[in-house]
């Protein structure tokens, strides 16, 4: 293993935590056979695929997908939840679903193996991201393209302020929370123009999330959040009787008020050329 981040510990509730509304997910999916192109048949692989919000969508529309994850709770979670998508909807001409546990830094496939893959929120979790980036890049075939996708939050949602107060929190009781892999969407932008890929960016999809600060902090509190997990556990305690004064006093009678805040997502697309 490369030191890539696991997410068995909230496998369980992963769904729940990170999941798009359908309509969203079928938005997503479609912009992405529209950005690949990707058609019913292509071959598509998608470095960690998690339970499939990502690829379930376009595994309906007839896509077939190949994943690779090192978390074999999450793609129990996705074999279950393929099922019952596919007992739900006989009607659909399922694309075909195939799954590795692989590192995404050592891909078991030859080279040119796939028109397209694609990634969504992974590559911050991969200390050796961008020797995954030639992984990925090795086998997508000349002419197929690689699809890097990233949720963008516009406004001061009660979650981005309460995950920037515990991170200035632990921060000030010395376990400043470090991003294992790559820093952020840009930096693997920035990474794929170096090598001298033509990459676009576009926005497809955007939608309005609702969410009470008290969620936010039980999010937070309850460690589903991958960054809190590297955080000893009497520094965590302590962070979180901190952030539970800060919460209550800073949206004091509000705590329970549901808010709103803009969503969207982007891809951006890197056509590949050999």
């Keep these: 293993m490369s030191g890539s981040v696991s997410f068995d510990p909230v496998a369980d509730r992963y769904d729940d935590t990170r999941g798009y509304p359908v309509d969203v997910s079928e ?3 479609s ?15 998608e470095i960690g695929i998690g339970t499939g919000r990502i690829a379930l ?9 190949t994943g690779v994850d090192i978390s074999p709770r999450m793609m129990e ?11 739900d909807g006989p009607g659909h001409s399922w694309g075909t679903l195939t799954t590795q546990m692989a590192d995404m830094t050592a891909l078991p496939f030859a080279d040119n193996s796939f028109d397209a ?6 590559l911050h979790l991969v200390p050796e991201w961008r020797t995954a980036l030639d992984e990925v890049l090795r086998v997508v075939r000349s002419g197929g393209a690689l699809m890097i996708g990233q949720d963008v939050y516009s406004g001061r949602s009660p979650n981005e302020e309460i995950q920037e107060q515990w991170r200035d929190l632990v921060s000030r009781l010395g376990h400043p929370p470090l991003t294992v892999g790559a820093h952020g969407f840009q930096a693997i932008v920035d990474e794929l123009m170096r090598r001298g ?32 997990w590297p955080t000893p556990e009497d520094v965590f305690a302590e962070s979180i009787t901190q952030l539970t004064a800060w919460a209550e006093h800073h ?3 509000k ?14 697309r890197a056509a590949v050329r050999k």
Excluded: C
């Design 27 to 29: 938005r997503i999916a």
């Design 31 to 45: 912009g992405l056979m529209r950005v690949g192109p990707l058609a019913v048949g292509s071959r598509l692989l």
């Design 57 to 65: 969508p376009l595994l309906r529309a007839g896509v077939n997908v």
């Design 77 to 87: 979670r996705l074999r279950a939840n393929l099922a019952q998508q596919q007992a």
């Design 117 to 122: 893959a694609v990634g969504v929120h992974v």
């Design 197 to 228: 890929l033509t990459v676009t960016l576009e926005t497809l999809a955007s939608w309005q999330v609702q969410q009470t600060p008290r969620a936010a902090l039980d999010y937070i509190a309850s460690r589903t959040w991958s960054r809190t």
């Design 251 to 253: 949206f004091r009678g």
């Design 255 to 268: 705590m329970d008020a549901p808010q709103t805040s803009p969503h969207s997502f982007k891809v951006a």
